[in-house]
């Protein structure tokens, strides 16, 4: 029942209540009291279409059947929902999926290490992990990162200060720092750390352990060129550097593979998996090669590593995903909304760039009025891969002329039409005419500038038409009047 004055008391009392730190709620005014799917229905009635899914947790979207069916098995079975880290059949089950969805080479030698039940918490544990097994302190993390909130994951994000953490960059096109992009930005980025590993004066020390995640997700949407990440496979094997993959939020298909490190065919040393994993609950772990396993009992301990009704759900989700080809179905509809959007792209100047990978995607948005932000060298755009062109592909070579990717000096390089500066407060524009349309979407990104879809691995061909019609109408909107 539709009921306007609970859905306005609800909303009023947690404005006066809830902390001031607060996120979603506050773009977000919505109350949800029924979900299914794709779909979320507010206490005032209104429906929405749900592309945010827990930032990225809802593979099979809002209590899908399997989920429901799992956790109904465990309470109507008796067993505890409540087990700190003791051996249980639900948890040996969920083991067992999870390992089967691993790449093989690691799957035949894992560990795992069950950890408090958020991302972060798994980012925790992953230091701890790799520094134990190294005796080493540093951490190389990139630039746009985000871990998590607790102080480790917190130290190896980008918004950190934090003197044993290395920053390297994370290749980018639109903005790529060297003002390449495309592989040869990717290359330099390499390269960077290649040096920086290897000059004994660089000021960084013999690092425990490499973190990335193989698509940036909060820090806007970059997905990692595939022959970048065989590089730092590289680069860290060769070193003897344990290479952690966080695949909190690109895990369980979301990409288009069932693990993002999949795409490029790098084994990580170590994975730490979140969100998805359990189908809607709380669930956290880390799974690593057996030989780091010498940290001692004890080393990452907490109270709620045996949620049963997470383990279940996760297992449910993780066995659904898998034989329902739910990650090819993400790579091939993923694609398809792209290159959608950067249709709609060609239309709206103020779109810098459509980016993603599978069913992760972003649009950033930027002020076509403002100069070109400065830069010298110029960025003649060759994408790294397919899924990260520039939304105006035409308008970022002014010669006309091709960028030539083998081009050596800078004398070569084409003059190009700089990045726009970002747009925040047209995104949030863009949010709120979305929310009005129906259409929940996140924004992310260094400015807050990005929108980001993240819709459930199940939605359909319909539901996915419907979202990119409410957000182009959203965007034009948005755009008209904050041209006008
Ligand atoms: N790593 C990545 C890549 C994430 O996207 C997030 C959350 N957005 C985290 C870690 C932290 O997870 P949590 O919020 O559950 O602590």
Not at 98 to 119: E, K
Not at 230 to 258: C, S
Not at 304 to 316: D, E, I, P, T
Request: glycine share 10%; net charge negative; aromatic share 4%.
């Amino acid at each position: 029942m539709a009921d306007s004055a609970a859905h306005e008391g609800i909303l009023r009392r947690q404005a006066a209540r809830e902390s001031a730190a607060r996120t979603y709620a506050r773009a977000l005014p919505i109350v949800p009291v029924r979900a299914r799917g794709l779909t979320i229905e507010g206490a005032d009635g209104s429906r929405y279409l749900d592309c945010l899914s827990g930032a990225g947790t809802l593979a099979l979207g809002h209590n899908h059947p399997v989920v429901l069916e799992a956790i109904r098995k465990v309470l109507d079975s008796g067993a505890p929902l409540h087990v700190l880290d003791l051996a249980t059949p639900v948890k040996d089950a969920f083991t067992t999926e999870l390992f089967h969805t691993l790449p093989r080479a690691l799957a035949d030698r894992a560990r795992i290490q069950f950890c408090g039940p958020a991302g972060t918490d798994a980012v925790e544990a992953a230091l701890k992990l790799v520094r134990s097994a190294t005796g080493r302190d540093g951490v190389l993390a990139f630039t746009g990162a985000y871990h998590g909130m607790t102080a480790g994951a917190l130290a190896v994000s980008g918004g950190a200060r934090d003197v044993r953490v290395a920053r390297l960059p994370y290749p980018q096109d639109y903005r790529c720092p060297f003002g390449l992009g495309g592989a040869r930005g990717a290359e330099l980025s390499a390269r960077w750390t290649e040096s920086l590993l290897d000059d004994t004066k660089s000021g960084v020390p013999a690092p425990a352990g490499m973190i990335l995640e193989p698509v940036q997700g909060e820090g806007g949407v970059f997905p990692a060129p595939d022959a970048w990440l065989r590089r730092m496979r590289e680069i860290t094997a060769t070193r003897g550097i344990p290479l952690i993959a966080d695949e909190v939020q690109t895990g369980v298909g979301r990409t288009g593979a069932f693990w993002a490190v999949e795409h490029s065919g790098v084994v990580p040393d170590v994975m730490v998996l979140s969100k998805a994993i359990g189908g809607s609950l709380p669930l956290a772990v880390v799974v690593y090669r057996d030989d780091l396993d010498v940290w001692p009992p004890g080393a990452h301990a907490g109270t709620f590593r045996g949620n049963q009704l997470a383990m279940a759900a996760g297992a449910a989700t993780l066995a659904y995903v898998r034989e329902n080809g739910l990650a090819e179905r993400a790579a091939t509809l993923g694609s398809r909304m792209l290159a959608q959007l950067r249709s709609l792209a060609a239309d709206h100047p103020c779109i810098g760039e459509v980016r993603g990978r599978g069913l992760m995607i972003g649009v950033e948005l930027v002020d076509p009025a403002s100069e070109a932000e400065q830069d010298p060298v110029g960025s003649p755009i060759t994408p790294a891969h397919p899924e990260a062109a520039p939304a105006h592909p035409k308008a970022t070579t002014l010669t006309g002329m091709p960028p030539d990717p083998l081009a050596t000096s800078s004398d070569d390089l084409p003059v190009t039409a700089q990045p726009r500066p970002p747009a925040p407060e047209l995104a949030s524009a863009v949010q709120r005419e979305c929310l009005r349309r129906g259409l929940i979407v996140e924004l992310g990104g260094r400015h807050s500038s990005v929108v980001r879809l993240l819709p459930p691995l199940t939605i359909t061909d319909e539901q996915a038409a419907a979202v990119l019609d409410r957000l182009a109408d959203a965007l034009a909107t948005a755009a008209r009047a904050h041209d006008g």
